[in-house]
């Protein structure tokens, strides 16, 4: 009797000690790859149920989650989203979670090393857990004028405060409703995404930070005067050739000047009228005396081909390799390959404008647990030296006489000194249509502002009806608060 005691007793132990060693690999080890596992409907249920932490602009909820009255508890809802949706992305319940929905995820959700004293809390009382909420740097009134003055044309408008990187606006046009792939309903949600995909206009793509990317044009030769004058060789008095045509080396092919502006009232110039009239012939001429090197180094210190969050994720902007001098001289103005993003080329108008130095770029400024608590909070950082303080107050001031005396007139503000360049993108299309760019900052004495606005596929003069008016008003937005 005792040895059937104990061998009942050895098998009770034994089928205990491997149910517990069942719970711990369950537990510790297999945790993870139980939640992901797609037939795994409680994970899911509770993941797009749960009650995320909200995405504010101006203390308004952009993005929330509201009770829901189908199977999951709560619904992620986006406020004025064609105005939000590239920033928010979209939370979805067949696509998983873009934007800062994805990037902000942890917060959001409350899953961050910094919210595990609110979910042991929410453990022992029963409680479910609720997300962080993230505060935005936005401007409600100037994203709201950046949207609208895109609106009818594809392109985007970024705008920063020089001095400490907080972006201020972020727009994308076309834009989309992220509630159409937010829903609960996956048949909804995947017609919209075909929909929207198939769009040849690409909705989807957040063109301030991400898609193809865009030659800067002129806006570039911004960088080219920074190198010029960095180099000891030119000042602003330098004479410079000014033909109507280059001949570009190596080809049969000559580099026109800018035809819209008054380059053609003089066979040599000076630094400053190279820049106020926009005259390609002299850049190019720079550009292949420095050297790729020198104009590769100068775009390199400005933020070309380095990575960067914001924290959203940013496409490098390109500066090519590997250039013959006729390849070098159209990179110059901002062609062949040269390639950025509007967040980009609104920094490097930051850059100049804050003395030369380079703030980073931040999109949050405050994360704030389910008790309000602050667990994350914006500090100005200094993301580079993009070049010395005499340098670019010399190309401040020329960017001002672009502004005042140039072709960037549009974008002049009463009583206020603003910097600017102008840029067009040649697409080498049939109906000679480009992309159209503005870059500046005001006021120039005490900068509050840099923007950078494109709009793609237009003529020159629908092109300049455009960007440096509606950079004024983006100033004037600013400037009158």
């Given at each position: 009797?005792?040895?059937?005691?104990?061998?009942?007793?050895?098998?009770?132990?034994?089928?205990?000690?491997?149910?517990?060693?069942?719970?711990?690999?369950?537990?510790?080890?297999?945790?993870?790859?139980?939640?992901?596992?797609?037939?795994?409907?409680?994970?899911?249920?509770?993941?797009?149920?749960?009650?995320?932490?909200?995405?504010?602009?101006?203390?308004?909820?952009?993005?929330?989650?509201?009770?829901?009255?189908?199977?999951?508890?709560?619904?992620?809802?986006?406020?004025?989203?064609?105005?939000?949706?590239?920033?928010?992305?979209?939370?979805?319940?067949?696509?998983?979670?873009?934007?800062?929905?994805?990037?902000?995820?942890?917060?959001?959700?409350?899953?961050?090393?910094?919210?595990?004293?609110?979910?042991?809390?929410?453990?022992?009382?029963?409680?479910?857990?609720?997300?962080?909420?993230?505060?935005?740097?936005?401007?409600?009134?100037?994203?709201?004028?950046?949207?609208?003055?895109?609106?009818?044309?594809?392109?985007?408008?970024?705008?920063?405060?020089?001095?400490?990187?907080?972006?201020?606006?972020?727009?994308?046009?076309?834009?989309?409703?992220?509630?159409?792939?937010?829903?609960?309903?996956?048949?909804?949600?995947?017609?919209?995404?075909?929909e929207l995909n198939s769009d040849p206009?690409?909705?989807?793509?957040?063109?301030?930070?991400?898609?193809?990317?865009?030659?800067?044009?002129?806006?570039?030769?911004?960088?080219?005067?920074?190198?010029?004058?960095?180099?000891?060789?030119?000042?602003?008095?330098?004479?410079?050739?000014?033909?109507?045509?280059?001949?570009?080396?190596?080809?049969?092919?000559?580099?026109?000047?800018?035809?819209?502006?008054?380059?053609?009232?003089?066979?040599?110039?000076?630094?400053?009228?190279?820049?106020?009239?926009?005259?390609?012939?002299?850049?190019?001429?720079?550009?292949?005396?420095?050297?790729?090197?020198?104009?590769?180094?100068?775009?390199?210190?400005?933020?070309?081909?380095?990575?960067?969050?914001?924290?959203?994720?940013?496409?490098?902007?390109?500066?090519?390799?590997?250039?013959?001098?006729?390849?070098?001289?159209?990179?110059?103005?901002?062609?062949?390959?040269?390639?950025?993003?509007?967040?980009?080329?609104?920094?490097?108008?930051?850059?100049?404008?804050?003395?030369?130095?380079?703030?980073?770029?931040?999109?949050?400024?405050?994360?704030?647990?389910?008790?309000?608590?602050?667990?994350?909070?914006?500090?100005?950082?200094?993301?580079?030296?993009?070049?010395?303080?005499?340098?670019?107050?010399?190309?401040?001031?020329?960017?001002?006489?672009?502004?005042?005396?140039?072709?960037?007139?549009?974008?002049?503000?009463?009583?206020?000194?603003?910097?600017?360049?102008?840029?067009?993108?040649?697409?080498?299309?049939?109906?000679?249509?480009?992309?159209?760019?503005?870059?500046?900052?005001?006021?120039?004495?005490?900068?509050?502002?840099?923007?950078?606005?494109?709009?793609?596929?237009?003529?020159?003069?629908?092109?300049?009806?455009?960007?440096?008016p509606s950079a004024k008003q983006l100033?004037?937005?600013?400037?009158?608060?």
């Open positions: 009797m005792n040895t059937s005691i104990r061998r009942l007793w050895f098998a009770s132990v034994a089928i205990v000690m491997v149910l517990l060693l069942a719970l711990t690999y369950v537990q510790f080890f297999a945790a993870k790859s139980l939640e992901a596992n797609p037939w795994n409907n409680r994970a899911l249920y509770e993941q797009f149920g749960s009650d995320r932490g909200s995405i504010l602009v101006g203390g308004e909820e952009i993005a929330k989650s509201v009770p829901s009255q189908d199977d999951f508890e709560h619904q992620r809802v986006y406020e004025s989203s064609p105005l939000y949706a590239h920033l928010t992305g979209y939370f979805s319940l067949v696509y998983g979670a873009t934007g800062l929905e994805a990037t902000m995820g942890e917060q959001l959700s409350g899953a961050s090393d910094e919210q595990f004293y609110n979910r042991v809390v929410s453990l022992f009382s029963g409680n479910q857990p609720s997300g962080a909420s993230v505060e935005l740097t936005l401007d409600p009134e100037l994203q709201r004028t950046a949207h609208d003055l895109l609106e009818g044309h594809k392109g985007s408008i970024v705008a920063v405060n020089p001095q400490t990187g907080e972006i201020l606006a972020m727009a994308s046009s076309p834009g989309y409703d992220a509630n159409r792939l937010a829903s609960h309903n996956a048949d909804e949600v995947v017609s919209a995404a075909d206009d690409k909705p989807l793509e957040n063109r301030a930070i991400a898609g193809d990317l865009y030659a800067p044009g002129s806006t570039f030769k911004i960088i080219d005067t920074v190198a010029a004058l960095e180099s000891g060789q030119y000042d602003t008095d330098s004479t410079l050739p000014n033909p109507a045509e280059l001949p570009l080396p190596g080809t049969t092919v000559n580099l026109p000047n800018y035809r819209q502006g008054g380059c053609a009232a003089r066979t040599e110039v000076n630094l400053e009228f190279a820049l106020e009239q926009s005259c390609n012939t002299p850049f190019a001429s720079i550009a292949m005396d420095l050297g790729q090197d020198a104009i590769s180094k100068t775009a390199e210190n400005f933020g070309y081909g380095q990575d960067l969050s914001i924290p959203l994720q940013v496409t490098p902007s390109l500066f090519p390799e590997d250039m013959n001098d006729s390849q070098l001289a159209l990179s110059s103005i901002g062609q062949y390959d040269v390639r950025t993003t509007p967040l980009q080329v609104a920094m490097m108008s930051a850059a100049i404008a804050n003395d030369g130095v380079m703030m980073k770029p931040q999109l949050v400024k405050t994360v704030r647990s389910s008790d309000l608590s602050v667990i994350q909070d914006f500090e100005a950082e200094q993301l580079r030296r993009s070049t010395d303080p005499e340098t670019a107050q010399t190309v401040k001031d020329l960017m001002v006489q672009v502004v005042s005396d140039g072709i960037a007139g549009g974008a002049a503000v009463p009583g206020v000194e603003v910097g600017g360049k102008t840029g067009t993108a040649e697409l080498g299309t049939e109906a000679g249509l480009n992309d159209s760019w503005f870059t500046g900052f005001a006021p120039a004495n005490d900068p509050q502002i840099a923007v950078a606005v494109v709009i793609e596929d237009v003529d020159v003069t629908t092109g300049a009806q455009l960007t440096s100033f004037e937005a600013v400037l009158n608060q």
